[in-house]
């Protein structure tokens, strides 16, 4: 992966911010809110683990954050910009050039190779053929699955298809990433490696990270940690 | 890239996959099996209409409109010259005859019956009687007092090739005439009723028996019949501009029935097209309805990155137009190798009230692939019009909570 070091400059500038955000369902007669006057600010650098028991509103938070939901009240502002004022088209835009997403069940395109997989955001990015050879090559070198490119991921196994969600998110070379339970669906050992391959892209390339967890053995990597309890955000300080 | 996602799309489901191209490909064969028999009922009716009465005619429009009387419809040999030399100036012409008809009694000693006599050019390249000689020969340039009898008359009249028969019918100045005319041949016809009624002679025969020196009518060949009503208007204008007092008609004006034949055949043609879209249009929702639901997961991951509504809209329609595609392509190999082994197999039947066998025969042409090909096309396309735009609108969050 080419170096992002100019970036790098700019850890510890504000990145992220989230104000009063709250997301509300309406389920039936009764509304459910799922997230409650959330204040949250992410600097530039950050590796950053949200803990909280389950359907406290983890993941609403990661979709509003990575702008595929939008808050009922609140904003989320991305280097100052509100994506409230953005269209679906923006929003679109938004997240093809500068967020990155992994999902617990990795997500990847059944009928694509591992390496096509890792290509398509560049290819959402109109980025030229040389360009997007060279970058899914060493990308797939970083993530340790150099050899495995042609490989469908009903081919590979469950820690080799997370890589390969990984360098998805990663071949834009997004300034944000946002993954929910990455390691949920992987054995220690490959959880290990996975945390191991994303504390090393933060640190490298600078970032930001904001990793959804139950699991302790996750935490420890991080920076930065907070939890969700009912929809509240409280702040957990160092992990 | 979402070229790639939606053909490999197209095969990920095998088993739903072949369901689709199943469907496509017997709606296409039936479809180009009603198209091609269709066609080809409609061109040997045109064609053996055009045979019959010529691409076109010339006569009074007295005889046409049948407000004639007597024999003053005929058309003396100058004004036939004129009207013969103007018809080969033409072009497209391909042959020109005439006919003189009459209708008397034919009979012997044992008795008579009606005989509705035809006066013909022997060995015309229009008409050519010959193949369809049952016994004996046709009429040729040397045939004077001789006749071709249609087989059923003949064998009502209990005669043969080499017998011999007496006419009578009435001149044109409506006095008595008679004479012996030998059996020649015996021909089938294509309708029973006239069989039994027809006679042929040579016109030069017919015009001493009503003791005249004119004819009918003029027949007219064209290299291609449906470029009749242009040569039509182009010799009626010619008629008009030498002072000829008779009128040009086409195949089509002399055979109404045609188009309502042809009406009734489009018709059906029409149905077959729209019970086949229906069907096509109705399993191939179905199928892709389940596909693209099992993909919400998918859909809401390729959102989430960033992909346009557009763009996912049209891989889904990509990929009901390569199953349309696939279907079509397989449907016109299959319906081409059927049509050919149906043809050369050679089946007939014979038509109530009909006296020769007819082939069945299913026309191969371009409308009659092009036809299904584009019926197949948008029925599939309008199947997936709906599912595919549901899916492109489906909200991010919910998709990706699909399993």
Redesign the interface.
């Known amino acids: 992966m080419e170096n992002t070091s100019q970036f790098c400059h700019e850890r510890g500038l504000p990145f992220l911010e989230a104000r009063a955000l709250s997301k509300t369902y309406q389920v039936g007669s009764s509304t459910v809110h799922a997230l409650r006057e959330v204040d949250f600010a992410a600097m530039q650098g950050d590796f950053v683990v949200i803990n909280g028991p389950s359907g406290s509103g983890k993941t609403t938070f990661l ?1 509003l954050i ?1 702008a ?2 939008r808050p009922s009240e609140g904003e989320v502002l991305i280097q100052g910009v509100s994506t409230n004022t953005l269209s ?2 923006q929003l ?6 500068k967020i990155g ?1 992994i ?1 617990q ?1 990795f ?1 990847l ?4 190779s591992a390496a ?1 997989n890792a ?3 560049l ?2 990015q109109r980025r030229p053929k040389i360009e997007r050879a060279e970058r899914v090559r060493s990308m797939l070198a970083e993530v340790g699955l150099g050899e495995l490119g042609r490989r469908r991921p009903n081919e590979l196994s469950g820690g080799q298809r997370q890589r390969i969600a990984i360098a ?1 998110a990663l071949i834009t070379r997004p300034k944000l990433v946002l993954a929910d339970e990455p390691t949920a669906n992987l054995d220690s050992e490959t959880g290990a490696q996975v945390m191991d391959l994303m504390r090393k892209l933060n640190e490298e390339h600078c970032v930001v990270l904001l990793v959804v967890t139950h699991d302790p053995a996750v935490t420890k990597y991080a920076k930065r940690q907070i939890r969700i309890h009912d929809g509240r955000l409280i702040e957990g300080g160092q992990p | ?1 979402q070229i ?2 939606s053909l ?2 197209v095969f ?1 489901n095998r088993r739903r996959t072949a369901f689709s191209l199943a469907v496509i490909v017997v709606g296409f064969v039936v479809l180009v099996s009603v198209l091609g028999f269709v066609e080809e009922a409609l061109l040997s009716t045109k064609t053996s209409l055009a045979d019959e009465s010529g691409a076109l005619q010339v006569a009074t429009a007295g005889l046409f409109d049948n407000t004639s009387k007597g024999y003053d419809y005929l058309i003396d040999p100058e004004t036939l010259a004129r009207v013969v030399a103007a018809a080969w100036e033409l072009e497209g012409v391909s042959s020109v005859t005439w006919q003189l008809n009459f209708a008397g009694l034919v009979g012997d000693e044992a008795g008579s019956t009606l005989i509705i006599g035809r006066g013909i050019v022997p060995c015309s390249d229009l008409q050519d009687y010959e193949c369809i000689v049952a016994a004996g020969s046709p009429l040729d340039e040397s045939s004077d007092r001789e006749a071709v009898l249609g087989r059923a008359l003949a064998r009502k009249l209990g005669v043969q090739p080499g017998d011999r028969v007496n006419i009578a019918t009435g001149t044109v100045s409506g006095n008595f005439n008679a004479a012996t005319v030998s059996v020649r041949g015996e021909i089938v016809y294509a309708l029973e009723e006239l069989e039994a009624q027809l006679g042929l002679f040579p016109i030069s025969f017919v015009q001493r028996l009503l003791k005249t020196d004119g004819i009918e009518r003029i027949l007219i060949g064209l290299e291609d019949v449906d470029k009749a009503d242009a040569v039509a208007a182009a010799l009626q204008q010619r008629l008009t501009e030498t002072g000829i007092p008779l009128v040009a008609r086409t195949w089509k004006q002399l055979n109404p029935s045609y188009e309502s034949i042809e009406s009734f055949y489009r018709a059906f043609s029409g149905l077959a097209m729209m019970g086949i879209a229906i069907l096509v249009f109705f399993s191939v929702l179905e199928v892709l309805t389940i596909s693209f639901l099992e993909r919400s ?2 859909i ?10 557009g763009r996912i809209f049209g891989s889904f329609l990509l990929e009901a137009a390569s199953l349309g595609v696939i279907g079509a392509a397989l449907g016109a190999v299959l319906s081409v190798a059927l049509i050919l082994t149906f043809n050369a197999v050679g089946f007939t039947w014979t038509p109530p009230g009909a006296a020769i066998p007819q082939a069945i025969r299913l026309g191969l042409s371009a409308r009659v692939i092009i036809m299904p090909i584009l019926t197949i096309l948008v029925s599939t396309l309008l199947s997936a019009l709906f599912p595919s735009w549901r899916n492109s609108r489906i ?3 919910r998709a ?1 909570q699909s399993v």
């Open positions: 979709n990575s595929i939901d679906e088209r679109a835009q938004l997240r093809k050039d997403l999902f069940t997500n395109i059944p009928v694509l096509e290509e398509y955001p290819l959402l998805r | 890239m790639k996602i490999r799309n990920r997961r998918e809401g991951t390729l959102r989430a990155f960033g992909t346009p509504r909200e991010i969050v990706l």
